[in-house]
């Protein structure tokens, strides 16, 4: 057995791991962002949908065409240029097809391409597609050199970098990705409204943002919907490449006589799943976060029809709707990240001059190259049809020379100084075009070359000439595609955002009484109307009644926790007193070991005495009690062993506190502290035990209490029991509570 070598053979390169894993991380960062997450300013596209129309158009998919199997294409995009997993190309070919999710789709399927519920498409070997004709102005001139080729990944075939793009499709549908450390999204917009600050850009080209803003007021969503976004932060937005737009659905109010009515959602945002919609509304009803909203319907069909309806008629339609807006996804916000590569080489974060810019400098390359590209062919053809000309002129010489000579075309070209195209093309002519009136036809040919030719070497050479044929050729994609074309027109509307102000609740909830009722296992009802003391409750096995409220639908209820916690809960969400209720702990996160110690009616601008068994206590105000989530809010702080004791609303200017040890104290309410949330201030010394309970009240008034008999007593002479804050207090007077309670 040999010996092992830890000698480096001659392949072996050693260097340190960052560096080693920095270039290689580099490498990998530079594709991502290159070549497969960023679009191309020029023509908006990616390389994979770029690849997907090239190959299609390669199978002569034309929009007047027959279709192709789904499968078909996205085997030869995987076989020819882009060497992935079919499934990702046939994702995002399907995408291109999908009309609520393309302004202006670039494919046309047949078959389940899904649907804006958030179905999937079908398989590829179901689906049939072929390219739109907004796909074929996007490649128009890929056959007269408008761009460069480049060799596919094994260099079997040619592959355009970048697509002649006849309209700026980055704008016109949009874009999205996620590359390393940086990504983009950017929103459909309206093709003619895009045509129109482009002409403006021809015509005047330091236009600012703001003129340009004035004819591209915001995003165009194919799936509509209202843009309630600020004319100044849209501005903002397109100045910068970077920003926000709030997107809202559109609805209407739907009579349904003698005072009913309904709600019925037309447009939805754009991106959001209809079905998780209607599910998210659907757990809004179930679980009372909207009272108001008492059902929701989808009555879609290939339209969108999302009916609401209110739980009374006298809910404001606008109040309900502004509750679900900030509940659900009927209100959405699009962020702006115009991230995009420049010359498909640079990403930079673009304004929306940038971007047209960018756009218009590629469309007057391409004309250029098509010019050039159509010069060049006319001067073949001019070369051939001079040749032609002169044999006609010497017809029966140029015969004699072919019929007897050996080397016909050597003889040609001495003769009558042809080049070698001219002769070649003399001897493959037909013998039918050896009319008279073909020779009329090659002098008509050969002039109007000649006026094309010179209109070219003109286009060439003025910069005003180029920029009023991309103008032309604008306006006739504006006319194919415009406002005036079928599904042109501007699908999202603007509308002024209104009061974002809190709805009171008592506007969304049906008044009502009712008396809520938790027993001690922490069962929770509320029972219609105010019950009257002493009516009969049914409650489980060992159960029986702990808090009892009267309260109304409108009210919140605070719930104080042994842990320190306060919770709220919405009355109208309670269930209904026809059973036993439900548990406590199904509606709030409180844990199994603590308990609820007091219940009481959120009124604002009370205020509350909290302490804990250890003696410490503070007041607090009543909104700092209340709770957004259903865990809660820690108020009370409380030490290892002790628990949250008392919790009374301050109704005075006096404070009584008796420990366990049956010791009384009274203070000034003064002495206390009012803060949001802590352990508070030592209320009462005890040498052994705690707290016991607490209270306040009018010194003047006097201390009440009730005696052992049941019988108010109260006591008017304190002086006894009067004393700072923090000191031990003095026994209770003869028959107070042996509970050491105040009632």
Known sequence: MSEPNDIPTANTHSEPLSRAIGERYLTYALSTIMHRALPDARDGLKPVHR????????LKLTPTGGFRKSAKISGDVMGNYHPHGDVAIYDAMARLAQDFNMRYPLVDGQGNFGNIDGDNPAAARYTEARLTAAAEALMEGLAENAVDFRPNYDGTLEEPIVLPAAFPNLLANGASGIAVGMATNIPPHNLDELVEACLLLIKTPEAGDEALVALVPGPDFPTGGVLVEPRESILEAYRTGRGAFRLRARWAVEDLGRGQWQIVVTEIPFQVQKSKLIERLAELIQTKKVPALADVRDESADDIRIVLEPRARTVDPEMLMGMLYRNCDLETRFSLNMNVLIDGRVPKVCSLKEVLRAFLDHRRAVLLRRSQHRVEKIDARLEVLEGYIIAYLNLDRVIAIIRHEDEPKSVLMAEFELSDVQAEAILNMRLRSLRRLEEMELLRERDALMVE??????????????????????????????????????????????EVAEVPIEAMIEREPITVIVSKMGWVRAMK??????????????????????????????????????????????????GMGEPLRLMLDLPN??????????????????ASSEGDGFVVAAEELLAQTRAGKQVLNLGAGARAQVCRKVAGDTVAVVGENRKLLVFPLTELPEMARGKGVRLQKFKDGGLSDATTFRLADGLMWKDPAGRTRTE????????????????????????????
Not at 51 to 58: D, H, K, T, V
């Open 593 to 610: 070991e603590a308990e609820i110690v007091e219940m009481l009616l959120f009124r604002p601008g009370e205020k509350y005495l909290v």
């Open 529 to 578: 109307g105010h019950q009257m003391p002493g009516t009969e409750l049914k409650f489980k096995d060992g159960d029986e009644a702990r808090f009892t409220l009267l309260a109304e639908t409108t009210d919140r209820i605070l719930l104080a926790a042994s842990n320190g916690r306060f919770f709220t809960l919405l009355a109208a969400n309670l269930p209904g007193g026809r």
């Open 716 to 743: 008017t002479d304190l002086a006894e029991w009067l004393a700072k804050r923090a000191t031990a207090g003095r026994m209770a007077p003869r028959g107070f509570p042996r509970d050491n309670r105040f009632g």
């Open 51 to 58: 690849r997907i129309l090239f190959a299609m158009r390669e």
């Open 453 to 498: 030719r010179a209109g070219l070497d003109d286009l060439l050479a003025s910069p005003a000439a180029q920029w009023k044929a991309i103008a032309r050729q604008l306006a006739e994609v504006r006319k194919a595609f415009g406002k005036t074309a079928p599904g042109g027109a501007r699908r999202t509307g603007f509308a002024e955002a209104g």
